[in-house]
C-alpha cells in the first residue's frame, strides 16, 4: 500500500473535458479507484446474530461455495495482470483492484464460518498463459454478475431475506463491485486507443474470446450442462429471486437491476464510462416484453 500512496498524480479537476485514451483519462479511472478505497479490515466485522430460521436461509442458498472459489480466482487474475503494468499509476490501480478482490473471498471466507456453511473442497485455480486474456475474463464476467447482483440484493434487501445488519455488513463489497467494473470499463476503453496499432487486432480478438467463452459458459450452464459448481451458479443467477422466496418476473427483475445498476454508478465521475453491453443487452430484451404491469413490487412467498 505505501507504493500506492507515494504515486502523485491527482484525478483532472472536476468539470474539465478529458479525451478517452488520453493521460487524463488514464489518472481519472485510476485515482477513482484508490482515492475511493475503503480501508476496512475483515477481521474486525462483527457478523451479527441470526435467528435459526433466518440462519437456515442463508445457509440454503446455493451460491456460497461459487462465490468464495470465484472472488479467489479474480483476485489471481488481476494480481497476476499487474504483474505485466509498467505504468506506475495504473500498476497501483490495478494492485488496489486484486487486493479488495482478494478481501472479498476473506469477507465470504469468514462469513462461512460464522454462520456454519459447510463448503465443497475449493478447485485449484490453473495459472492463466495469458494474464491479459485473464484479466479481460474477469472483468467482463464481473459486469454481467454485478449487474444481476446489485438487483438481486436489492430484492434481498427490501423482502428481508437478509437482515439489515447483514446487509449493512455486505455493503461496501458491493459498492467495491461497482468501483472495479467502472475500473474495467475504462482501462478496456483507454488501452484500445493507446496501444499500438500492431496490437489491436489481437486484442479485438481477445474480446471476442472472452465473451464467447462467458456466453458458452452460460449457455453450457442453462442447459445443465457442466460440473455441479457451474450449474449451482447457473441457477442462482437464472432463478436468483426464487432462491430469496420472491416471486418476480424476469421482465420485473431486469428493471430492479437496471435501476440499481445506474443507482450505484450514479456517485462517481460523470466523465468515467459506465458498462452499456448487459445494460444495452437488458433494455432491448425489454422491448420485447411489453409494457409492464401496473404493480411491478415482488410479491414475498
Same mark, same amino acid.
Given at each position: 500500500m505505501s507504493m500506492m500512496e507515494k504515486i502523485e498524480a491527482p484525478a483532472p479537476p472536476p468539470g474539465e473535458a478529458i479525451k478517452h485514451g488520453s493521460e487524463a483519462h488514464l489518472r481519472l479511472f485510476c485515482r477513482m479507484l484508490l482515492d475511493t478505497h475503503d480501508p476496512y479490515r475483515p477481521a474486525l466485522i462483527q457478523w451479527p446474530t441470526l435467528d435459526e430460521k433466518t440462519r437456515r436461509r442463508i445457509v440454503s442458498l446455493p451460491v456460497w461455495d461459487m462465490a468464495v472459489a470465484a472472488e479467489g480466482r479474480t483476485g489471481l487474475y488481476v494480481r497476476l495482470f499487474g504483474e505485466t503494468v509498467a505504468d506506475p499509476l495504473l500498476k497501483a490501480a490495478v494492485e488496489m483492484d486484486a487486493f479488495e478482490e482478494s478481501r472479498h473471498k476473506v469477507v465470504l471466507s469468514d462469513l462461512v464460518a460464522a454462520?456454519?456453511?459447510?463448503?465443497?473442497?475449493?478447485? *485449484?485455480? @490453473? @495459472?492463466?498463459?495469458?494474464?491479459?486474456?485473464? %484479466?479481460? @475474463? *474477469?472483468?467482463?464476467?464481473?459486469?454481467?454478475?454485478?449487474? +444481476?447482483? %446489485?438487483?438481486?440484493?436489492?430484492? *434481498?434487501?427490501?423482502?428481508? +431475506? %437478509?437482515?439489515p445488519a447483514l446487509i449493512d455488513t455486505f455493503e461496501p463489497v458491493m459498492r467495491e463491485e461497482g468501483r472495479h467494473i467502472l475500473f474495467f470499463v475504462n482501462w478496456v476503453a483507454w488501452w484500445r486507443r493507446t496501444m499500438p496499432w500492431w496490437r489491436r487486432p489481437l486484442f479485438e480478438a481477445k474480446v471476442i474470446a472472452v465473451w464467447c467463452a462467458l456466453v458458452w459458459e452460460r449457455i453450457d450452464m442453462a442447459k445443465g450442462m457442466g460440473d455441479s459448481s457451474k450449474a449451482q451458479e447457473?441457477?442462482?443467477?437464472?432463478?436468483?429471486?426464487?432462491?430469496?422466496? #420472491?416471486? #418476480?418476473?424476469f421482465p420485473q427483475l431486469a428493471r430492479i437491476c437496471l435501476v440499481e445498476n445506474d443507482r450505484r454508478l450514479a456517485p462517481y465521475d460523470q466523465r468515467l464510462l459506465r458498462p452499456r453491453f448487459v445494460p444495452g443487452m437488458i433494455r432491448l430484451a425489454l422491448r420485447f416484453a411489453g409494457k409492464p404491469p401496473r404493480s411491478t413490487e415482488p410479491v414475498a412467498t
Amino acid at each position: 500500500m505505501s507504493m500506492m500512496e507515494k504515486i502523485e498524480a491527482p484525478a483532472p479537476p472536476p468539470g474539465e473535458a478529458i479525451k478517452h485514451g488520453s493521460e487524463a483519462h488514464l489518472r481519472l479511472f485510476c485515482r477513482m479507484l484508490l482515492d475511493t478505497h475503503d480501508p476496512y479490515r475483515p477481521a474486525l466485522i462483527q457478523w451479527p446474530t441470526l435467528d435459526e430460521k433466518t440462519r437456515r436461509r442463508i445457509v440454503s442458498l446455493p451460491v456460497w461455495d461459487m462465490a468464495v472459489a470465484a472472488e479467489g480466482r479474480t483476485g489471481l487474475y488481476v494480481r497476476l495482470f499487474g504483474e505485466t503494468v509498467a505504468d506506475p499509476l495504473l500498476k497501483a490501480a490495478v494492485e488496489m483492484d486484486a487486493f479488495e478482490e482478494s478481501r472479498h473471498k476473506v469477507v465470504l471466507s469468514d462469513l462461512v464460518a460464522a454462520y456454519d456453511i459447510a463448503l465443497a473442497p475449493e478447485p *485449484a485455480i @490453473r @495459472r492463466p498463459r495469458d494474464a491479459e486474456w485473464a %484479466f479481460m @475474463r *474477469a472483468g467482463y464476467s464481473e459486469c454481467i454478475d454485478s449487474f +444481476f447482483g %446489485f438487483g438481486l440484493f436489492k430484492l *434481498a434487501k427490501d423482502t428481508g +431475506f %437478509f437482515p439489515p445488519a447483514l446487509i449493512d455488513t455486505f455493503e461496501p463489497v458491493m459498492r467495491e463491485e461497482g468501483r472495479h467494473i467502472l475500473f474495467f470499463v475504462n482501462w478496456v476503453a483507454w488501452w484500445r486507443r493507446t496501444m499500438p496499432w500492431w496490437r489491436r487486432p489481437l486484442f479485438e480478438a481477445k474480446v471476442i474470446a472472452v465473451w464467447c467463452a462467458l456466453v458458452w459458459e452460460r449457455i453450457d450452464m442453462a442447459k445443465g450442462m457442466g460440473d455441479s459448481s457451474k450449474a449451482q451458479e447457473n441457477n442462482f443467477t437464472l432463478n436468483g429471486s426464487k432462491e430469496l422466496g #420472491v416471486e #418476480v418476473t424476469f421482465p420485473q427483475l431486469a428493471r430492479i437491476c437496471l435501476v440499481e445498476n445506474d443507482r450505484r454508478l450514479a456517485p462517481y465521475d460523470q466523465r468515467l464510462l459506465r458498462p452499456r453491453f448487459v445494460p444495452g443487452m437488458i433494455r432491448l430484451a425489454l422491448r420485447f416484453a411489453g409494457k409492464p404491469p401496473r404493480s411491478t413490487e415482488p410479491v414475498a412467498t
